[in-house]
């Protein structure tokens, strides 16, 4: 008889014994950088084609190809990541203005703050004796009745965003994916636009089958539509070149 085949084990899954459900509730990692990964590769990789695109749609030089091309993938990239961070930053502080309000509130209405804890746990499937029971324990602990009220009223996670790594991961990100319609430009191959193209919808497609990771979707579903995006977007900016071609 033949052995029974092993499953591999699924590496998004996560361990259920106590010490690994104490670890992993007591220090939750927060949502990380994917979307800033994410947003900062597709960006990196259509703005980049953009101007090669437009470029050459043009009929310029591949040296001001070059030129053009680095001073976007640094200039942008770097615009992207202030943004990011000024953004996420100004996510950070309002989450701390809220989390003051709910302070406030805590001590001029406790009635009311508490009957808003009760609502919230009433809304999670709580009843009866359980309900109040809960909503005396949460009430009881400043910092946990805060955390709730952070969570059921502003729909505020456990762990705030972190501005830098948002920003330095957008801007990674950018880097790595605006540089590859360059590359063939770098070497001064003489079939360097052919290339750019087919390098660039390769990336478009690998950005998209990548983050299939972490979705439901399939990776090539999710590898063409990122692939259509960038797509259109490419062959936008090489028509409006052609318009100006010398």
Not at 46 to 69: C, D, E, H, R, Y
Not at 103 to 126: D, N, Q, T
Not at 146 to 156: F, K, P, Q, R, S
């Amino acid at each position: 008889m033949s052995e029974p085949t092993k499953t591999e084990p699924d590496p998004s899954e996560h361990g259920h014994s106590p010490q690994e459900i104490s670890d992993r509730i007591g220090a939750p990692t927060g949502r990380g950088v994917l979307r800033d990964v994410v947003y900062g590769g597709i960006d990196g990789s259509v703005t980049t084609f953009a101007i090669v695109a437009g470029v050459a749609g043009a009929g310029l030089s591949p040296t001001i190809i070059v030129a053009l091309g680095l001073a976007n993938v640094l200039a942008d990239g770097f615009s992207m990541a202030a943004g990011n961070y000024s953004g996420t930053k100004a996510e950070v502080d309002n989450l701390m203005r809220l989390r003051q309000v709910e302070e406030r509130h805590i001590v001029k209405y406790p009635e009311g703050e508490r009957g808003e804890v009760r609502e919230i746990l009433r809304l999670k499937g709580l009843s009866g004796p359980v309900l109040e029971a809960a909503t005396d324990a949460i009430c009881a602990n400043h910092e946990a009745w805060i955390n709730l009220m952070m969570e059921g009223e502003y729909g505020a996670g456990p762990v705030d965003p972190d501005p830098m790594r948002a920003a330095i991961a957008t801007f990674l990100a950018f880097l790595a994916a605006g540089m590859v319609p360059l590359v063939p430009f770098l070497f001064g191959l003489e079939t360097a636009f052919s290339l750019s193209v087919w390098l660039t919808l390769a990336t478009f497609f690998g950005i998209g089958a990548l983050k299939s990771r972490w979705s439901l979707a399939p990776w090539w579903r999710s590898g063409f539509e990122t692939l259509a995006i960038g797509g259109a977007a490419a062959a936008l900016a090489y028509g409006v070149g052609s318009l100006f071609q010398l």
